[in-house]
């Protein structure tokens, strides 16, 4: 007992010392004190991450505030001039003017009544500079003296000046100086509202209104806001109103509705650049914000100085967890395995471990023990049962010379005696025969299959006369299927000493095949006395000691069964539905692998190849006759 001891205390001794070469404890403990180390600087990556996020969402809040506010505070300015310009369109004196015919009428009075009538409605307003109404004949009327703006009339008579307007539909739309006709003499830039003007009953157009603003109200707006970092263009990068010196940042990619940023650094400073497009409008806010370096707070510092004696702390708790939780079980695990290793046994492993991932791997290893063990078991009965039914074959056979020899010579006998039936009958036993013993084969194609139970039917029916009838329905695509040999011979002869005979009177037995995707189904049918669930049951168990002496014998029903399972390595093979004094069908099931399935072709060269043998045994059997 002491020298086990000892023994097992030499190995374990053994495995530690393996497992200290390799360190795996101190490789353990230094991959824990990098990664404390990475954690470290990951921690102080993230802290200025934080900062710097902190920052860059503080700008884009800000800028988010000023934009959208500034967005809409225009926008709202620009709605308030729209619907001016439409009080202007239904103002009656403005009716008068664009439907006067100037050949009847002087149109002096009726411009002079639509100026005072426009004027009347801007009373109330700020920023307009000033209102132009053309007639469809391009007359107009204006609310300023005409001599401080001076019309480009080249550009009035361009088509795309008049349908651009009539294109909206009445629709305002927004442009510069009139869309590029009406230039004031002083230079200034103006935003246009511009639209074509319909009469409300005829729903004809009558002429164009252009509104010109100054861009004095963006300006206010920008001066609410007291800040000088705004600067407000088109779409197309023209200059409004603003800090003009943010017009050199200006980018295509502000011109959608929604706020882009665009960094920007110089030598001097750097900044962030953010724009957004006024909702429906050809506007383009710009606003900039300088990207300021602060000091981090001392509550922050306080923590970047604490945070690795955490983390030191913290990998000494860990590493002492991780010895006595994982590497000391580990140790004790590997010992106790490497001891059935050497006592060369597949046994479980008894000590105490943990019960956490540890204990569960033992757990684990004991079911495998258990696991391979059953799975030897089965192997080592399962090859048993092949060998059994191999001898049992083995007895069965005879030399095949011999019999071919005796079988040519009483043939030759019956001929001569003039007994043409028995030699058919001799002919039939001997390509029986042949089929069945030649070459040895265990796996045969389907037709092969076919061939020999025909044969053994054709023997039987010299037997038994009329009583026995036999039909065929082989699905051509199962002809080169590849089954085990000789497994439809035993269902052939239960169907006649158990089924028909027993009946009574005449009877047919049919064999059918066909396929389903990667299976082959094949099924013998009788019209015998049938089958009882009880007998269905005992043929269909895995214990041979559930089966009666009338299903007995070396070519039996159940013998075949386990030849099926035992070749598809599954119980599920074999299917049995009888009713008794009708019938009974016996259904085979063999899954279709690659090694069991051909091609027509290569079906006919092995059948080609067999016939050249076997007509070189017939030769090597009728020169052996005549020698003897």
């Known amino acids: 007992m002491g020298q086990k001891n000892m023994q097992g205390k030499r190995i374990k001794e053994k495995v530690q010392n393996s497992i200290k070469r390799n360190a795996l404890s101190r490789k353990l403990s230094g991959v824990i004190i990098i990664v404390a180390l990475i954690l470290i ?61 100037k050949r009847i009428i002087d149109l002096f009075a009726y411009s002079e009544g639509a100026r005072l009538g426009t004027l009347n409605i801007l009373n109330v307003t700020t920023s307009v500079d000033s209102v132009f109404i053309f007639r469809n004949d391009l007359e107009y ?37 009139g869309n590029g006709a009406i230039i004031k003499t ?15 009953v005829s729903q004809k157009q009558t002429g164009f209104l252009f509104m010109n603003l100054s861009t004095d109200f963006m300006e206010d707006e920008i001066n609410q806001l007291s800040s000088e970092n705004i600067c407000i263009c088109t779409s197309d990068g023209i200059y409004l109103a603003g800090n003009i010196k943010l017009l050199n940042y200006y980018d295509k990619a502000y011109t959608y509705d929604e706020i882009t940023e665009i960094k920007v650094s110089n030598p001097k400073d750097a900044m962030t650049i953010s724009g957004l497009k006024v909702r429906g409008f050809p506007l383009v806010i710009l606003y900039s914000i300088t990207n300021e370096r602060r000091l981090l707070p001392m509550e922050l510092l306080y923590f970047i100085i604490i945070l690795p004696i955490i983390y030191l702390v913290c990998v000494m708790v860990a590493g002492s967890f991780i010895k006595k939780n994982i590497t000391n079980p580990i140790f004790d695990l590997t010992s106790e395995m490497e001891k059935k290793r050497q006592k060369e046994v597949i046994e479980k492993i008894d000590i105490n471990l943990p019960d956490n991932e540890i204990g569960a791997l033992q757990e684990s290893y004991n079911n495998m023990v258990d696991h391979s063990n059953l799975l030897m078991d089965r192997l080592v009965e399962k090859e048993q049962t092949l060998q059994k039914a191999e001898m049992r074959v083995l007895q069965e056979q005879i030399k095949p010379h011999f019999l071919y020899n005796s079988l040519e010579t009483i043939g030759f006998l019956a001929i ?65 299927c590849i089954i085990p040999k000789l497994i439809l011979q035993p269902l052939a002869e239960n169907s006649i000493y158990h089924g028909i005979r027993m009946k009574g009177e005449k009877g047919t037995i049919k064999i059918s ?30 214990e041979k000691s559930e089966i009666s002496e009338e299903f007995s014998g070396s070519f039996g029903l159940w013998g075949t069964i386990e030849r099926i399972r035992s070749y598809c390595d599954k119980d599920d093979v074999v299917r049995i539905r009888s009713e008794m004094g009708e019938y009974t069908e016996i259904e085979i099931i063999i899954s279709l692998l690659p090694k069991q399935w051909k091609t027509a072709g290569e079906s006919r060269r092995t059948t080609d190849q067999e016939e050249k043998v076997v007509g070189n045994t017939e030769e090597n059997s009728n020169v052996q006759s005549n020698a003897d």
């Not at 389903?516 to 269909?540: A, N, P, W, Y």
């Open 41 to 101: 600087i990951v921690s102080l990556v993230f802290v200025f991450f934080i900062i710097t996020m902190e920052r860059k969402q503080y700008a884009e809040r800000e800028s988010e505030n000023v934009l959208s506010s500034l967005s809409t505070s225009i926008g709202s300015d620009i709605d308030k001039y729209n619907n001016i310009s439409r009080l202007i369109m239904i103002e009656p004196q403005v009716k008068n003017y664009l439907k006067a015919d």
């Open 141 to 177: 009327s204006t609310t300023i003296n005409p001599l401080e703006y001076r019309l480009d009339w080249d550009r009035i008579h361009e088509r795309d000046w008049k349908s651009g307007l009539l294109a909206n539909k009445g629709s305002s739309s927004l442009s510069l100086n």
């Open 186 to 200: 002083k230079p200034a830039t103006l935003l246009t509202i511009n639209r074509a003007i319909y009469d409300n």
């Open 416 to 480: 001569d005696a003039g007994a043409d039936k028995v030699h058919g009958a001799l002919e039939t036993l001997g390509s029986f025969y042949r089929n069945f013993l030649s070459k040895g084969d265990r796996e045969i194609p389907l037709k092969r299959e076919i061939t020999i139970i025909k044969d053994y039917l054709s023997l039987q029916k010299l037997r038994y006369g009329d009583i026995i009838n036999d039909e065929y329905d082989i699905a051509k695509d199962t002809e080169d």
């Open 513 to 542: 095949s066909f396929r389903t995707k990667d299976e082959l189904h094949i099924v013998v049918r009788d019209t015998g006395i049938g089958m009882s669930q009880e007998q269905i049951d005992k043929v269909l168990s895995k």
